[in-house]
């Protein structure tokens, strides 16, 4: 966990910049350089295709479907596996430099750049290149995925030779079942499908191509098309042909040093489960036209002038440390782009960036990333929601086959259906369930929209909280108990009462009540009646939440204190992550913490744990025995530290978050952008050290504080139609409401209102010095040193 | 569970007659005729190879290797699995009428009788056909898998044709690789491998042929070779011929009417992983040389003898019900049949008698076979004990891979490399290692065997001792916890301190310490010192049991009576076994028992449960949520239904037990027997029944009690170079001693000595009323009525 020695970019402020071309970083750059708008992602592979890491273009819930074998099979195991596949690649641009191919492996590179910028929403690319033969070119492109127009990227793509007259041969492809590398054989990686797309159709024009293909065993369609502008010198020829797995536009010229060759690439693709071949192919030609006439130019200024938009709500500044600034506005960026334009379609673990986890969704995006949505780009949170409800049938039939009642969301989904292998970390995670209605009672709260709680929200309220109904069950004593659940933490499973999934379901139940109430002839089509929300609230005000009194801190689930401890003394620090070195059955039984669990229940239901001294020794506790082996912790450990006043600890465990992929922490980033772990870094800005809290009141409250390093941070946000921003000095906050009516908000408990008049400014009150509680021996977050 | 529409067999006592041939019920016929000396296994195919449901001819421990496929992989998970082939078939006997294959599926079949001996150790089989053409001919053969020669196999074949002369042609041969079914997707259903073995030589002479294969991963050779004798009319011709998978003996005569046509086949097989091709094929030759020499009348004699021996002490006699009878002594049959010549190799769960269970050998090998064989063949019960020893390697290195001490056996194996692929059901399922540890105590206490506890015992007890003390650990009060385990209970899994488990597992670290005490040189050797055994004493002191004070009974494990009760009443009738239409996650977390599991620990270690108020409190309470879903566990609820007063429910537990495949109660005796519950019926009688229990101190008590049905059961047992007989009637029991020197016994708590002189008799006290316990709807056993 050391890093500034990997990390490929330089430190500024609205750019991401690769200064010359690192060959063994190439997947993590792909990664990072990734363009996508949620619908359409391209990861940041070469013009020219090769060398690369992951070649990957990929359209939001197009998968392939793949067995899923078990030695031992079971009831309710599914049988059917879904992976996000590489589609046509329409970025691919080679060049021929005379008679030798532009390939960086040969020859001599005089120079390399790459510059993703997070205002233009672009990458661009600038090389100079010495061919081995001695021909020196230029080579400059931009790429955008278009925000704006969700089916349609495109290219800048310029050469110019340097020193000498060359022949050029450029060959822009659409290339369908691209070669794949194969993976090492690590449980984070996902599968590979060799080949997975079928030749439906082809056809070329006069300045660009069209394929569609079909998956062979899910059977969706898809169609790629690009079209050119080609602008060079007289006597320059194009020439395009299409076949079964290729489309490729040849332009041929002769250039004398200083002429250029200059190549506008417009792409679109589409697909479909119901659409015809002609429909289809009618889309996206039409897509393609839309672009086309927009032009470069067009897209270039509609993409920057959405980002304006975007960002002048969601920055984040942050003075006193370049590095992290840089981090979370690249952060933020990622998070726009995995989910902006995904519209009613799920949004994966790494967005559109890479093939990690088969390009399934998790409950880390209602967790961490509609935590973040919700507030920067509320449209795009209610789609996530609206996605949920669309597979809500899925759900129900799900639960049905668990013998349950309500709707049982899958752990790990593409299209809806559960594609876990491996249910105690699967199917008993049941948690996702109230993570879901979770999301939904805060996206509710924060864009008050009452159309979507009618239409949206009860639904997957009511369903969940029929799950919780029939998932637990009171026991002798009348306390209601969900038995054999798995909560966050992936090292336990199968425990009973995890603090956290029972205060997470009894939001859920009291939350269908409420809503129900708020609407009742729409509940009563669901079949909701009094008795029924009776059962809610009474299991809600009945829930056990174990608490052990020896210790005096709530155990993660029932017996967890009396385990034994992890032996952290003994452990090789080159032995972790722990899964990879120890089997699941001692990891289960011991006291060994992969993810934040407790603390996680800490930062979801503060109400729950009585007062902050109760909180900061749960906090300790479990800061000890964390060893942070997911990306879906530091997050969470950094808000609740700085919830608990240890504001520095805080500060260390968000340069983890913020920088994952930037400083390829997990040692993965070559798989796609921790999408949750980034989102994750404004929530522990938010929620840590600006105390954000929108309660089940409708209240926003803040209370922040500053660690040391930081002179001072301000961040802006969506509340019920207004616009606020926050700015945190280490003295006294300002609040200054940007935009909407007047609201009431709270700052460290007392309650004020803004208005557009004028901002409020209010001190800070000092924090009670507290021990830094300690981490396993070698877990301790990197400490962070600001600047870069 | 009705079952006498299903039984395809007769009532006798030494017998077990199929009166005529039933092809629906082919699979299970072919298990229950199988025959075995637990080194060779024949199923009871038919002469001609067809029809038939599973072909089988196997050899203790000649397996293939095969992948064991993961959706999600994890550290530690097996990654090949064993399975038990089918070898080289050298019972097939083609038989040509004229020109019409002697198919039973065609023609007319006028009669047909099998029956297995139990006294003789054959199967003979007398058919009477017609052919299509009119030809009708008698075909009589009969079969046996020495007992003495432990290579051989023999069978005896003659045809007649009954009214017209035929010309016959009888093709005898070995054939490899033969076509297998395919079974249905049925996680209890073994894997098939197609065609495993490859061709190493093959010759043939004049009267028999030999082939030697090697399975094609595991690199195992085997070798099969047949001669023949053949008795029939002058002109009769003799032609042998071998290719790489066929050996064939053609006989062709021409027979009047009355005359016969006699085969003898001798059959020798062996396997080794070391040998040399030419070895291993001087090795069968020589085996069948010998069994030629014996001849037909000298191997049928030798086995009348040897079974004669065995069934002197293993005989039960039951006065009252004809049918438990003839199960009881079939089960006793089937079981010596599983592991007499087995010799250091392991016993299958299936014996050598179908595919099921991979032909891989569990805890119910030491639990349920080696308890009957301890008492009845002990040398067969050491060997198996000797193999556990010689797999120790491997449980140490298995041990060291899950971060443990000690041995930690595979929870099923063929080879001793762990084959489970479902850990939760697998490997954490610890309480193995204490199951082999209390068969070890078992057989020492029973067979006086001082060497054996020093050379074998006291290895295996300190491995498995070492085991348990570093899998618990000492909670903050000082008691020892076992921590995220699995029982015997397979609707249960990853609970805390299964009492089971604690309790076994304390037996064996106590057990450990002691015999070491014993042999201190010994122990010295295998590194053991004072401390050691000191801290395996303070752990047994300290171990912690479960208690429910609330409903006065012993959880199975902690927190489980606090579990939401099964709904057993909407639960359909055709709903079981449960894991078959329910997930493990709803099963895991609720109060069903598949087996017994606590109330296996009450058979196991009476001791730790107080008085007989206590037991029975805590069986009526397992009765009612224990569906019974395993074939291993009416035998413990018939022993301890006994135990705690309530006969006439022991008694139809014990018919289930019994009758288990005679009546096909589970559904898949076509798979092979289930050795484990028919020892478990021999159990059911004597520690149920005979109230048997021997003691820690090494006294053998009886208690014995007869339910209202049976007038008379009469059982032996060798005790410490004994040979014992126990007659018991309603009022009274006979104890004799048979051979060996006085000995000192207890009948219902009143200690006695036993001479050659004569026999003891006493009264059996009355028990006192007790009312019978529930069982699930639908879930209690099948109303045992005496008779058939």
Chains 1, 2 share one sequence.
Not at 277 to 299: I, K, P
Not at 536 to 564: C, N
Not at 621 to 645: F, H, K, P
Request: with cysteine; hydrophobic share 40%.
């Amino acid at each position: 966990m050391s890093a500034p020695s990997r990390r490929p970019f330089t430190v500024e402020p609205w750019t991401v910049r690769e200064p010359e071309l690192d060959l063994e970083r190439l997947g993590q750059t792909e990664s990072v350089f990734a363009l996508s708008n949620g619908h359409l992602g391209l990861r940041g592979n070469l013009d020219e295709g090769e060398p690369n890491a992951i070649p990957g273009t990929y359209l939001n819930s197009y998968y392939e479907l793949r067995p899923l074998p078990y030695a031992e099979g079971g009831y309710g195991y599914p049988e059917s596996g879904q992976t996000m596949i590489n589609v046509t690649n329409g970025k691919l641009i080679r060049l021929m430099v005379d008679d030798e191919p532009f390939d960086l492996r040969y020859g001599e590179l005089r120079r390399h750049e790459r510059v993703l910028d997070l205002r233009s929403g672009t990458l661009t690319r600038d090389a100079e290149w010495v061919s081995p033969a001695g021909k020196a070119v230029r080579v400059r492109s931009e790429r955008l995925v278009s925000l704006t127009q969700r089916a349609v990227a495109a290219i800048d793509y310029r050469v110019t030779p340097l020193d000498a007259p060359v022949l050029l041969v450029v060959q822009s492809e659409l290339v369908a079942n691209e070669q794949q590398p194969r993976f090492v054989d690590d449980p984070r990686a996902s599968a590979v499908l060799a080949a997975p797309l079928a030749h439906e159709r082809h056809h070329a024009d006069a300045t660009g191509a069209t394929l569609l293909h079909r998956t062979k065993r899910s059977h969706l369609v898809m169609a790629a098309s690009m079209d050119h502008e080609v602008h060079g010198p007289a006597g320059l020829s194009v020439q395009c042909t299409a076949t079964e797995h290729l489309g490729r536009t040849s332009v041929i010229c002769r250039l004398e040093p200083g002429q250029e060759l200059r190549l506008v690439k417009y792409l679109a693709y589409g697909w479909s489960s119901q659409r015809s071949l002609s429909a289809l192919d009618d889309q996206v030609r039409a897509a393609l036209s839309a672009a086309h006439y927009t032009g470069w130019d067009g897209l270039s200024a509609e993409q920057r002038t959405y980002l304006d938009e975007f960002w002048s709500c969601a920055d984040v500044e942050i003075d006193g440390d370049a590095e992290l600034q840089q981090a979370v506005r690249c952060a933020l960026f990622h998070v726009m782009q995995a989910a902006v334009r995904a519209e009613r379609r799920p949004i994966p673990a790494k967005g559109l960036t890479g093939p990690g986890y088969d390009g399934h969704t998790f409950w880390d995006t209602e967790t961490f990333v509609l935590a973040v949505l919700t507030y920067l780009v509320p449209d795009a949170a209610g789609d996530a929601l609206r996605w949920r409800q669309s597979i809500l049938p899925l759900a129900v039939e799900r639960a049905a086959q668990l013998g349950l009642h309500g709707a049982a969301f899958p752990w790990r989904t593409i299209s809806g259906l559960e594609c876990s292998g491996y249910w105690p970390a699967g199917t008993a995670a049941f948690h996702i369930n109230a993570d879901i209605a979770d999301a939904v009672v805060r996206y509710v709260a924060a864009a008050a929209d009452t159309v979507f709680e009618r239409d949206v929200a009860l639904e997957l309220l009511v369903e969940t909280a029929r799950l919780w109904r029939s998932l637990g069950h009171h026991d002798a004593e009348g306390e209601f108990r969900i038995d054999g659940v798995t909560g966050p933490d992936e090292y336990s499973a199968l425990a009973d009462n995890n603090v956290y999934t029972n205060l997470m379901a009894r939001q859920n139940l009291r939350a269908a009540a409420e809503v129900a109430v708020r609407h009742p002839r729409t509940a009563a089509g669901l079949g909701v009646d009094s008795e029924e929300m009776a059962s809610w609230r009474d299991a809600a005000a009945a829930m056990r939440i174990p608490y052990d009194e020896k210790l005096s801190v709530h155990p993660q689930a029932e017996g967890f204190t009396d385990h034994a401890v992890w032996d952290f003394e003994d452990e090789p620090p080159g032995h972790y992550p722990l899964m990879l070195h120890h089997p699941y059955f001692d990891l289960y039984r011991k006291q060994v913490v992969k993810q934040a669990d407790l603390v996680l229940a800490m930062q979801m239901r503060p109400e729950a744990f009585g007062d902050l001294e109760q909180m900061d020794r749960n906090f300790a506790y479990y800061e000890r025995i964390t060893v942070r082996d997911s990306s879906l912790s530091a997050a969470t450990q950094s808000a609740m530290a700085a919830r608990t006043g240890h504001l520095d600890l805080a500060y260390d465990y968000l340069g983890e978050t913020a920088l994952i992929d930037l400083d390829d922490f997990a040692g993965n980033t070559d798989h796609g952008m921790h999408i949750a772990s980034l989102a994750g870094a404004w929530s522990a800005i938010v929620a840590g050290f600006g105390g954000m809290r929108a309660g089940p009141d409708d209240r926003l409250a803040f209370a922040p504080h500053l660690p040391t390093a930081l002179a001072r941070v301000s961040f802006g946000m969506h509340w019920r139609g207004r616009h606020l921003r926050v700015a945190i000095t280490p003295d006294e906050a300002e609040y200054r409401l940007l935009r909407g009516e007047q609201v009431r908000l709270a700052h460290h408990g007392e309650e004020f209102e803004l208005s557009g008049a004028e901002p409020q400014r209010r001190p800070i009150p000092p924090l009670p010095p507290r021990e830094r509680p300690e981490q396993p021996p070698g877990r301790a977050p990197v400490p962070r040193r600001p600047g870069g």
